[in-house]
């Protein structure tokens, strides 16, 4: 039996505020706590770099690979409004993934991890409990969602 794992996201895509997708977005990429430009790069070889800011595609979507480095993001919309800007991105950070059905609200997990998301909506920590390398939600992910835990 071959080893496998879920593989990360493979674009990054970002919506407005009516969650159509943040076409012509531009996302900013610095060095931690500072508006220094920090490259982000188009494929996992780490040679071509990507302008910066990145112009989001028609979809609102961009191939971000991240150097061993930690992060700043600021998002804006094409017009230059400022949506989010999100400090300390760690970018050796892995993540594993498992889909909601819509009735589990327990899954396992490895100790250490530093965020949850469903459908890439960050999930407050008093939304579930963590017991012995099990998360318990409040409430079950919906079916077919994606549940991401970071770890760093």
């Given at each position: ?8 996201t493979p ?30 790069y188009?494929?996992?070889?780490g040679?071509?770099a990507n302008?910066n800011p ?11 690979w ?10 804006y ?5 400022l949506i989010?800007t999100v ?18 609200t327990?899954?396992s997990?490895?100790?250490g991890?530093?965020?949850i998301?469903?459908?890439?909506v960050?999930q407050?920590?008093n ?5 012995s390398?099990?998360v318990?939600?409040s409430q ?7 549940i ?5």
């Open positions: 039996m071959a080893t496998t794992s879920l593989a990360p674009k990054l895509q970002f919506f407005d505020a009516n969650g159509a997708p943040l076409a012509g977005g531009l996302l900013y990429t610095y060095e931690a706590g500072t508006t220094t430009p920090l490259a982000t188009t494929d996992s070889t040679v071509s302008t990145i112009v989001l595609d028609s979809r609102g979507e961009a191939n971000v991240l150097e061993g480095a930690i992060y700043k993001f600021a998002l919309t094409s017009a230059g409004v989010w400090d300390n991105i760690n970018g050796s950070t892995f993540a594993s993934n498992a889909t909601g059905d819509g009735t589990t327990a899954f997990v490895v100790n991890f530093t965020a998301y469903i459908n890439g960050y407050n920590r939304t579930y409990t963590v017991t390398g099990t318990t939600f079950a992910p919906p079916y077919t969602s994606i991401e835990v970071v770890y760093n």
